[in-house]
């Protein structure tokens, strides 16, 4: 009981400690705290061209957990999701899939149940 006790203590003082609020600007007449949605920086949007043949290895972010990666001409896409997503989504995707010209390969979790 003793044991049970400390352990809940100690993850109430821990809690108790965290700050909740996102943002805090301060000056020297006021302060202003801001609440809002944690959202990812813009994604960068390329076209046909981060398709094509490259002397180099090239990745780029399709938002959330997906990647293009173009390696001297060889392109894959890791876990892509372009489209047909079933919720608001705080970020444009960089590339319509309707604009993907090939891929060599696509690497798909298969825990997600969605379409890329």
Not at 23 to 28: A, G, P
Not at 93 to 107: C, N, R, T
Request: a positive charge; charged letters at 20%.
């Amino acid at each position: 009981m003793k044991r049970l006790f400390f352990i809940v203590t100690i993850v109430i003082v821990l809690f108790s400690t965290v700050n909740s609020e996102a943002q805090t600007v301060s000056d020297s007449t006021k302060t202003i705290q801001n609440k809002y949605q944690a959202k990812a920086p813009p994604t960068q949007p390329f076209g046909k061209k981060a398709f094509g043949k490259s002397k180099k290895t090239t990745l780029r972010w399709l938002g959330m957990a997906g990647f293009l990666i173009n390696s001297r001409g060889t392109t894959f896409m890791v876990d892509p999701l372009l489209e047909g997503f079933d919720m608001p989504l705080l970020i444009d995707f960089p590339i319509s899939a309707k604009d993907v010209p090939h891929v060599d390969a696509i690497f798909r979790n298969p825990c997600r149940q969605r379409p890329f």
